[in-house]
């Protein structure tokens, strides 16, 4: 069966430092996968989707970027943290026509 | 933008069917009805889809109307557990889902 695994589940950092969130896919080949954002109270927002290695689509202007390295592998990442970049983080995947699965998330807090 | 309305908030007593409505008038011939819960601090949980026939899994049961226009989402015996909030998306894929801010649904003892 697929699993989908995000780490860390929670992230104090401070503004102006660095960000790397990973995410893995298991049991399945050339996932679709995505990060998405949730701020406090509201919906999820589509941060960035990838049909394969090296193919990153960003939904919004921000400052984060995704990468895809392998697979099935997601990284999201940032050189310098903002406040507003505090959130609850979710990596997703997804098969060419299929729902999609998510992960626990990662609650990031910027300080 | 969001392409689905959905109330803010809906109770149910437990072990009563809980009924949750969307309605999504601007819905296109290739889009799929997808319903997903998140449970507080949890990342969404995938329900089911449909295109315009009625569906029905392990979880729910989805009711499309004939001119596509509105759904309900009915959980038939509702539990504790099932106290979540309930995104209802339309969407052509997996690759487009907007998450609105959904309907809280709260399961009464």
Same mark, same amino acid.
């Given at each position: 069966?697929?699993?989908?695994?995000?780490?860390?589940?929670?992230?104090?950092?401070?503004?102006?430092?660095?960000?790397?969130?990973?995410?893995? /896919?298991?049991?399945?080949?050339?996932?679709?996968?995505?990060?998405? !954002? +949730?701020?406090?109270?509201?919906?999820?927002? =589509? &941060?960035?989707?990838?049909?394969?290695?090296?193919?990153?689509?960003?939904? /919004?202007?921000?400052?984060?970027?995704?990468?895809?390295?392998?697979? !099935? +592998?997601?990284?999201?990442?940032?050189?310098? =943290? &903002?406040?507003?970049?505090?959130?609850?983080?979710?990596?997703?995947?997804?098969?060419?026509?299929?729902?999609?699965?998510?992960?626990?998330?990662? !609650?990031?807090?910027?300080? | 933008?969001?392409?689905?309305?959905?109330?803010?908030?809906?109770?149910?007593?437990?072990?009563?069917?809980?009924?949750?409505?969307?309605?999504?008038?601007?819905?296109?011939?290739?889009?799929?009805?997808?319903?997903?819960?998140?449970?507080?601090?949890?990342?969404?949980?995938?329900?089911?889809?449909?295109?315009?026939?009625?569906?029905?899994?392990?979880?729910?049961?989805?009711?499309?109307?004939?001119?596509?226009?509105?759904?309900?989402?009915?959980?038939?015996?509702?539990?504790?557990?099932?106290?979540?909030?309930?995104?209802?998306?339309?969407?052509?894929?997996?690759?487009?889902?907007?998450?609105?801010?959904?309907?809280?649904?709260?399961?009464?003892?």
């Amino acid at each position: 069966s697929q699993t989908i695994h995000q780490w860390p589940a929670t992230l104090v950092q401070p503004v102006g430092s660095p960000l790397s969130l990973e995410c893995t /896919v298991e049991g399945t080949s050339n996932p679709n996968l995505y990060w998405y !954002r +949730q701020a406090a109270g509201r919906g999820l927002q =589509l &941060l960035f989707y990838s049909v394969g290695i090296g193919q990153i689509s960003s939904e /919004v202007p921000q400052n984060l970027s995704a990468s895809r390295p392998q697979d !099935r +592998q997601f990284i999201l990442s940032s050189k310098k =943290l &903002l406040l507003s970049d505090s959130g609850f983080y979710l990596c997703a995947w997804s098969g060419r026509n299929t729902e999609a699965f998510f992960g626990q998330g990662t !609650r990031l807090t910027v300080v | 933008d969001a392409k689905t309305t959905q109330p803010p908030s809906m109770d149910c007593a437990e072990g009563r069917a809980a009924n949750l409505p969307c309605n999504h008038s601007t819905i296109s011939g290739n889009e799929y009805v997808y319903w997903y819960r998140q449970i507080h601090s949890q990342g969404p949980q995938y329900i089911i889809h449909g295109l315009k026939n009625n569906e029905t899994n392990e979880m729910a049961s989805l009711i499309i109307t004939e001119d596509r226009k509105s759904s309900t989402l009915i959980l038939p015996h509702a539990t504790l557990r099932d106290t979540a909030v309930y995104y209802c998306i339309v969407s052509t894929g997996a690759n487009n889902l907007f998450f609105g801010t959904g309907t809280r649904l709260t399961v009464i003892p």
